[in-house]
């Protein structure tokens, strides 16, 4: 079983996966075993970026994404794979996410889809049009505090209502793993590195 599946591996997905699997070599804390499962379907993967900090100008999405897991894959306790999930059942420390081609288990879930449409079955997620997207026909969730759909579920991303740009999209996966260390640790709870702080 895995500590935490992420569902969506774009900007949200792939850092909100970063900072949970930053937890190995970290004083104090257990190693999360991190899955991420994509449909290599996002909207990314044609795009070119010229906004995005710490990225060259004009790299394209695909590349993007390319050194986003590149860098998650450094983690040894984080897993990538390709599916599609269509159904999560169970309750918070026991999901079940049911993909095209295999079953998955997880404690907690992360959904960052994007914002084309929301069908995955299972969840008491409500979809809702899109408030900051230029797009008309765009969905995102109504979600509780720090983006909670239900307990041991959140969203991330543009499916957390987010606007759709690299950096707040990947700010919204941060928060939704800071809040499921937090609510690990029953306590507001990031992890920051300083030197020394890695064991």
Known sequence: MYDVAIIGGGPAGLSAALTLASTQGAKGWNPLHILVIDNQKSDLLNAELHNVPFLPKGISGK??????SSQLLGYTN???TIDEIVKISGEKGNF???GAH????AKYVIIATGAHGFSLQGTRAK?????K???????ALELQERNLIQEGIYAAG??????TMFACASGSGVESACAILSDMQGKVTIIHDMPGSRA
Do not use: F
């Open 63 to 68: 590349e993007a994404l390319e050194k986003l």
């Open 102 to 105: 295999q079953k998955y288990e």
């Open 78 to 80: 984080t897993q990538l």
């Open 158 to 163: 543009l499916l957390a209502g987010e606007t």
């Open 133 to 139: 997207m230029p797009r008309e026909g765009m969905v």
């Open 96 to 98: 079940c996410l049911e």
């Open 127 to 131: 979809a809702i049009p899109h408030a």
